[in-house]
């Protein structure tokens, strides 16, 4: 079965470090990429997708994602985090087979604790 | 707000009662989405609509629930006779369509159901 797996369930850093979420998909076929965000109290709100062409795309507040395909890897990345970025992070696949749309699998979480 | 509505936000009944949530999509967006999300876990799908037609349901969603989207606008979930492993946020999304590169999902602010 498909399935998405996030490695990290809570990351505790300071402000202006560096981060990186790992996400990796079990899918051999075409597929569509995004991160959701979840803030304290508000809803899941897309925080980037991949679709095609270039592999490196950028969110948005600096956000980064990398589709590795030879490694079935979607990684997260900003390079200075700040005390709002707090939040639960969420990798989310859409397997597409034969010209029809799978049902958009999602990852368990991060939660990002940033300390000021 | 133009973004997706869920009534309501919270909900407590007890165990073997019925419950009804409602979902108010982004205007013409064709597809519905309904997930289920427990404490620790990414979203789960449930079931999914385009306009008024249900075109698939998850092995999670029993007997016990029903979905219905009778006018192509609005979308209920309906449980009947709640079993306290229902307790959970309940999640719609919309998008505005199939196509490869405009299948992003939005999602409304959820129903938290607990169970007594």
């Known amino acids: 079965a498909q399935s998405v797996s996030q490695h990290n369930h809570h990351v505790i850093l300071s402000e202006a470090a560096s981060l990186e979420l790992g996400c990796n998909y079990s899918?051999?076929?075409?597929?569509?990429l995004f991160w959701y965000v979840q803030y304290p109290g508000q809803h899941l709100q897309l925080l980037l997708k991949?679709?095609?062409?270039?592999?490196l795309v950028k969110g948005i507040k600096g956000f980064e994602a990398e589709f590795i395909k030879s490694k079935f890897s979607f990684n997260l990345r900003k390079p200075s985090v700040q005390w709002s970025d707090t939040a639960e992070y969420f990798c989310?696949?859409?397997?597409?087979?034969?010209?029809?749309?799978?049902?958009?699998?999602f990852g368990k979480g991060t939660k990002l604790s940033v300390k000021p | 707000d133009t973004g997706v509505s869920q009534n309501p936000r919270h909900k407590i009944t007890k165990r073997g009662q019925n419950v009804t949530f409602r979902c108010d999509p982004i205007?013409?967006?064709?597809?519905l989405y309904w997930y289920r999300q427990t404490l620790g876990q990414g979203p789960e799908f449930l079931t999914y609509f385009q306009n008024e037609a249900q075109l698939e349901k998850s092995r999670l969603l029993s007997d016990r629930f029903s979905a219905e989207r009778p006018k192509g606008s609005f979308s209920t979930l309906e449980i009947q006779r709640t079993e306290q492993g229902d307790s959970a946020m309940y999640l719609c999304?919309?998008?505005?369509?199939?196509?490869?590169?405009?299948?992003?999902?939005?999602f409304g602010p959820g129903t938290r159901l607990t169970v007594l």
């Open positions: 899918y051999g076929g075409t597929v569509n």
């Open positions: 989310a696949v859409y397997p597409w087979a034969g010209g029809s749309q799978g049902n958009l699998i």
């Open positions: 205007s013409e967006h064709n597809r």
């Open positions: 999304a919309s998008s505005p369509s199939l196509n490869w590169e405009n299948n992003e999902q939005f």
């Open positions: 991949y679709f095609s062409g270039d592999p």
